[in-house]
């Protein structure tokens, strides 16, 4: 079984289109996040979601939006897409962001390229 | 606030050599020290971990890594490198507190190249 899923893996789009990834754990962790990593491999937060609520908020343009339905569950809507958007999503899950013991754990990848 | 710095963009080793990675981290307390490895084209995942106790921490795949306070450093190290190790190295620091969540902060990665 897997950990932590995301569909799609791989998503090619034109700029100014909406897009979304999903997001799936079933570890049973409280914590969700999504990473964003450009094209020189640095990682970079987006988001957290701990039980449902919005804990973490990075600077990150507000045509990003997340959801998390339940806590097993978050997706990223991308409105208006843009060439800078390109880059590679993931998902991580974690026992609980208020532990230090905060080991994070992640999705395959949604490599995302706008053309 | 806390901080992660890994000097080396790539490494190039051969086969069979041996390996250190180098890790430095920023941060005012004891830290939470993580190193992740991710393969091509996939997540990454969990090689080890430090929290406290022995100082000389071992991993998955055969990687160790030692935490050395008066250095502030967590290096990684193998024996032996094999062909399948050529992936990006991440270290991360945890224990940084923000919004009321504990978020690891990472470095910028080494691309570890293995040649025959």
């Known amino acids: 079984d897997t950990a932590v899923s995301q569909t799609p893996k791989y998503l090619v789009t034109q700029m100014g289109n909406d897009k979304s990834i999903k997001c799936e754990q079933n570890l049973g962790h409280d914590t969700m996040y999504w990473y964003k990593q450009d094209s020189k491999k640095f990682l970079k937060i987006m988001f957290s979601y701990n039980n449902k609520e919005l804990i973490i908020n990075e600077t990150v343009p507000n045509r990003f939006s997340p959801k998390s339905p339940d806590k097993a569950h978050l997706n990223l809507h991308i409105n208006s897409l843009e060439l800078g958007d390109s880059a590679v999503y993931f998902c991580a899950s974690s026992p609980g962001a208020t532990s230090r013991y905060n080991e994070q754990f992640f999705g395959p990848g949604t490599r995302l390229t706008v053309l | 606030a806390q901080s992660v710095t890994q000097p080396d963009i790539h490494i190039t080793v051969s086969e069979g050599a041996s390996l250190e990675l180098r890790c430095n981290y920023s941060?005012?307390?004891?830290?939470?020290l993580f190193w992740y490895v991710q393969s091509p084209g996939q997540g990454l995942q969990l090689l080890l971990k430090?929290?406290?106790?022995?100082?000389l921490v071992q991993g998955i795949k055969g990687f160790e890594a030692e935490f050395k306070r008066s250095q502030s450093s967590f290096n990684l190290r193998k024996p032996s490198v094999h062909w399948s190790d050529a992936a990006e190295y991440f270290c991360a620091v945890g224990g940084g507190l923000s919004g009321g969540s504990y978020i690891p902060t990472f470095g910028r990665g080494t691309s570890l190249i293995v040649h025959p």
């Open positions: 941060y005012g307390a004891t830290p939470y």
């Open positions: 430090y929290f406290s106790g022995d100082t």
